[in-house]
Structure formats: C-alpha cells, structure tokens
C-alpha cells in the first residue's frame, strides 16, 4: 500500500464568517468550516492542536518540522519560528525526519512537487523544511524532466508559476495534477505533496484570489479522491498552523488545522491523533506496523 501525505500550509479551521473565511465558499471540500465534522469523498476530519503547548503565534518552520519529525520543534527551539528552519531546526530534521526514517528502512518516499534548477541557487539557510528534510534523507527531488513526462506536479497544481519564471512547462487543469498523485501513490510507499499558496494568500488578505485557488484545490481533491484506490491506499491530509480561515488579520491564527484522512489504515490511526506530533508515528504505523518505536508522542 501507499501513503500520500498533502500538505497544504497554513489552513486552520475557522468561523462560519463568509465576509473573513473564504473556505465558507467550498465547506467541507474538502477543508471544514467551524463545527464541520466531515470531509468530501467521506473524509474524516480531526481538529488538531498547533500550538505544541508553546506560548505565542504557531509559525511555519516548527509546524513543519513537527508534522515531519514527530517532535515538539517549538519546544525543542523555545518558541515557535516562521519562514526557514534554524540551525536546530535543521539539526532536528537531519536526525529524526520521518522522510529519513522510512528511506534508511527500506522504503520508497517521492517528494512530488517538481523542483525548478534555479531554487538550488539558494543559501542552504533559505530552503524550507520541506527541502531540507528531503536533502538530509538523500533522497533525489523531482524535475521539470519529471513534470514533463507526468511523474511530478507543480505546487500551484497548474504549472502557471512555472510558466511566469520563464520556463517551457505546459499548462495543467487542476485534475490532472489529481490524477498524477493518485499515480504516485500506487508505485512509491509514501508520496508527499506541499501547496504553500493557502498561506501566501492568507498573508496577502486576498479573498478573491483565495476563492479561486479553492476551487482548484477542489477540483484536484475530486479527481484525486474518485481516481485512488483507497481500500490499498490512505490519504492524509494536513496542515502546520491556521491562517487562511481568518483574513481578517495577516498573521497566523491559533486555530485549530485539520488532519483528513481518506482510505484503509483511518479507522485504526483516527484516535492516536491530537496533535502535529502525532503525524510521522500515525504513517510509521502504517509503514511499519510491527516496529515498536512508532508509538504517539502527542502532549496527551
């Protein structure tokens, strides 16, 4: 069986308000709105703690590395830190990533979105959580050679940002992106997929451009969901902090974020999660049910 793990950054889980929360639009399509307790394709939603126990706003870099370690990073670090993970960060995900983890035991992880040559021009201080944590497993990215031959996707689902950069890429509807994920899933062990646009355009208070990528990502979640085989695959869905759901403010919320889970394993992992902590054991179960060592760490 596979795992496909989507992260969509900074989505929480907001009011009923349609004048701030854009998700209103689209409820439960498949992100939920206030009280909501379900999810399309009969998605399962778990509201999930951010805050890690730790005072102040939750932010990117520690919500990142503990959905992917399994580690309390903002306590680890001392509060919470935004954008790029720092040199303890990186120390974290180097050791304990659960990218590394299913890598050195034998299993086959792919990151999907498809990395342009110019990003690696960076300072190693520059990349994100995400980056890092695929480099320090040793595990090769994704190309445009790979987005061409339809074995990776774009992180705006259409290949447009690609095409502003310059780059020869063709255009993509929504779907089809849907479609390679759902491929993916069936030949690597675990699949992981990262769309940062929810939390840029949360950042930017634009509702409009908010609504439309929603619709997008519903679209992709659609064909997803009716083209993957979920009784040999699960699906999870999650996020690192709230933002999104309230464009009343620009900063990140302390809302709870959605965990969704969609397939064969979500009956047995729905009650070990609470937490982000609680995401890397919740897939090292399933990819190892037999190794003790992935037991909950949550704060519960």
């Known amino acids: 069986m596979g795992i496909l793990l989507l992260f969509f950054d ?12 854009p998700i209103t639009r689209y409820p439960g399509e498949p992100f939920p709105v206030g009280d909501s307790d379900g999810s399309m394709a009969e998605g399962v939603v778990i509201p999930t703690d951010a ?3 730790v005072s102040g706003i939750p932010q990117s870099a520690t919500g990142q590395a503990t959905i992917l370690t399994g580690r309390n990073a903002a306590a680890i670090q001392g509060r919470h830190v935004n954008a790029f993970p720092s040199k303890a960060l990186r120390t974290l995900l180097t050791a304990h ?18 990395y342009h040559p110019r990003y690696f021009a960076r300072r190693h201080s520059r990349y994100s959580v995400s980056t890092w944590s695929w480099m320090a497993a040793g595990i090769p990215y994704r190309t445009l050679d790979d ?4 074995e990776a996707v774009s992180h ?27 491929s993916m899933t069936e030949r690597f062990d675990f699949t992981f997929f990262e769309y940062i646009l929810t939390d840029v355009l949360g950042h930017r208070q634009n509702y409009d451009a908010a609504v439309e990528h929603l619709a997008q990502i519903r679209e992709m979640m659609e064909v997803l969901l009716e083209t993957i085989k979920l009784d040999r695959h699960q699906v999870m869905l999650v996020s690192d902090h709230g933002n999104l759901e309230d464009l009343s403010t620009n900063t990140h919320t302390k809302n709870r974020v959605p965990t969704i889970l969609w397939g064969n394993q979500t009956s047995r992992i729905t009650g070990n999660i609470s937490t982000l902590m609680d995401i890397t054991p919740a ?12 037991e909950s760490s949550s704060l519960h």
Not at 97 to 114: D, E, M, W, Y
Not at 147 to 150: E, K, S, Y
């Open 51 to 53: 805050t890690l126990g």
């Open 10 to 21: 900074g989505v929480g889980i907001g009011r009923a308000d349609s004048g701030t929360n």
């Open 147 to 150: 987005l061409h031959r339809g």
């Open 97 to 114: 990533s659960v990218l590394r983890r299913i890598h050195t035991q034998g299993k086959h992880p792919v990151f999907a979105n498809a």
């Open 156 to 182: 705006d689902l259409t290949n447009r940002f690609l095409k502003r950069l310059g780059f020869e890429v063709p255009l993509r509807r929504p779907a089809q992106a849907g479609r390679i994920l759902a």
């Open 283 to 294: 897939i090292l179960s399933i990819l190892f049910p037999d190794d003790p060592r992935n």
